[in-house]
């Protein structure tokens, strides 16, 4: 998305907590949905959607690159 300023990327944790997508266009925009859910499966559920620009997005990565380095993926779904 970064690179080609068009797409949409997803995160969804293992445990099905936190799911997030995002589409961007053309002109920067992104449109974000997001879903949480604790505990998993029969909690309360909270979903928000919002809008930003490209302009945070680099910045973000390299937030996500900083988790991705403390809390390693060790499995997958």
Excluded: H
Excluded at 41 to 65: I, K, M, N, W
Aim: net charge neutral; with cysteine; proline share 3%.
């Amino acid at each position: 998305m970064n690179d080609k300023r068009k797409g949409k990327a997803e995160l969804t944790s293992m445990e099905g907590v936190i799911e997030v997508q995002c589409r961007t266009n053309l002109l920067g925009r992104i449109a974000w949905q997001a879903k949480t859910q604790y505990p998993s499966g029969t909690g309360a559920v909270l979903t928000f959607e919002f809008a930003s620009d490209q302009s945070y997005l680099l910045l973000l990565l390299r937030e996500l690159e900083n988790i991705l380095a403390s809390y390693p993926v060790v499995g997958t779904s």
